[in-house]
């Protein structure tokens, strides 16, 4: 099952293209509806079935072509609250994210910018020290044994690249 989802703004404006596993998950999320579904698939699990989704729209509205700001809950949201060196995800005992395990790690050491530069390593692109491609989620454990150093001189590895998210990736 490797087919992709149409994604349509609430106004069945195009937005964009995502694996059907996101679509899935938006939509136990409550996030999108069903337009199109793919005839004769079906998503099963021991207790439900669902309409393999083809193209789904927002239930709210999203502004598609706005750019979104650099915040802390907006790292936490792209990176769905997960240490991306880990891979682990702190939650409370209500279920919700611990806040306060989870911190923002520059991938390259502010130690290393040169008048608020730095150049990513993965593609010699240069970018503010804090920027979207610059910074991730980290747990605490993590930015304490990665510190000042880089990625590979800590002997880490990310999970993902970090790059600028769209609205939708933190819409929900």
């Not at 939509?27 to 989704?53: D, H, N, W």
């Not at 792209?78 to 060196?85: I, L, S, V």
Request: with cysteine; glycine share 4%.
């Amino acid at each position: 099952m490797s087919s992709a989802v149409l994604v349509l703004n609430a106004d069945y404006t195009l937005l964009e293209v995502i694996p059907w596993q996101q679509a899935v998950l938006l939509l136990f999320r409550q996030k999108v509806r069903i337009v199109e579904e793919y005839a004769g698939r079906m998503i099963r699990s021991p207790s439900i079935a669902i309409p393999f989704p083809a193209v789904v729209a927002l239930v709210k509205y999203v502004p598609a072509h706005r750019k979104v700001r650099l915040t802390r809950k907006n790292i936490l949201c792209r990176d769905a609250y997960t240490c991306q060196y880990c891979g682990r995800r702190p939650r409370r005992a209500e279920g919700a994210p611990d806040l306060e395990v989870l911190t923002i790690d520059h991938v390259v050491p502010r130690a290393l910018e040169r008048d608020g530069w730095v150049v990513l390593p993965w593609n010699g692109k240069r970018v503010r020290v804090t920027s979207w491609e610059n910074v991730l989620t980290a747990c605490a454990p993590c930015n304490t044994t990665k510190g000042a150093m880089s990625v590979k001189l800590a002997g880490m590895s990310m999970r993902r690249t970090p790059r600028a998210p769209s609205a939708i990736d933190v819409a929900w």
